[in-house]
């Protein structure tokens, strides 16, 4: 069978959390160790600056973290090329020709980036380049052929315009040069985990999240602050599970699905309290993060280790791209002094 390939990335903003694992991280893994796919996985540092032009300590800061969140999950560099999208000089190359593919208007009604602007409240001030960062990722696909892309649900609108532009691209210039990917994403239900607070979406700026580096005190801490129902008062008082984050983390990270149908069926009849079934949270997470917390250390006390790594990638990387590179440049008969 010949070999698929995968692309897929993250921008450095911060640490990744839990939702990222459940939501991608653990589906990239998996495919990793399915042995079927060529694995690349970017650490998307110029999408990140397209919204923090004035703050790239934020993301300089967090490449690192980053890529030991990666090496924590089980993404393995013998198997998988880690690599970084500033030092790729072919995607920004590959984004200005993508560029006239693709109009202003068609920018306009990308869900994804819409419900951003909105959230960031950027008011009449979107910079540019956050503006066009579909066709940047569209660029961060091709290069490498990628035919799966393992994100989250929230990415399916820009593997849709990136689609899109590899018709148009293979369309106008003749030639089945790029490759259309599709998206792989988690399985459904388990795609969005809520903040410890009940919130939908877990973010840095809330302070809801629970990350891969948190050590087990503090994870302990905050499943032991989670939302529950807060009409459940007393122990003996009937409780609601819909809506209740610990079953709701329970639901998606415990295997013992038989004892959580039990635990709800006696919080939902009244007389089981909430701190036993964060207790019992805390166990179930703890067998998940430990692992991934133990590879972290392992990586963080070898740091030039960490970074060869991201050196070998990026050139490994490079050199596929420039090849991409080049078969896009004969197609739009861009090679004069060959
Ligand atoms: N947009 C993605 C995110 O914010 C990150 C990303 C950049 C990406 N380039 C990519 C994801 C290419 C998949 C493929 O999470």
Known sequence: MAKHTFLTGDRPTGRLHIGHYIGSLKNRVALQNSGDYDNFVMIADTQALTDNANNPEKIRNSLMQVALDYLAVGIDPQKTTILIQSAIPALPELTMYYLDLVTV???????TVKAEIQQKAFGESVPAGFF?????QAADITAFKADTVPVGDDQEPMLEQTREIVRSFNRTYQRDVLVEPEGYFPPKGSGRLPGIDGN?????????????SDDADTVQK????????????????PGQVEGNVVFTYLDV???????VAELKAQYQHGGLGDVKIKRYLNEVMDGVLRPIRERREQYAQDMASV???LIDGTAHANDIANQTLQEVRDAIG????K
């Open 105 to 111: 208007n068609r920018l306009n009604r990308n869900p």
């Open 132 to 136: 066009i960062y579909p066709v940047s």
């Open 334 to 337: 861009f090679n004069y002094f």
């Open 222 to 237: 905050k499943i032991m602050s989670m939302y529950t129902d807060p009409n459940h008062i007393h122990v003996e008082d």
């Open 253 to 259: 990270f415990a295997t013992d699905t038989a004892k």
């Open 200 to 212: 939908a979406k877990m973010s840095k700026s809330l302070n809801n999240g629970i990350y891969l």
């Open 307 to 309: 970074q060869q790594i």
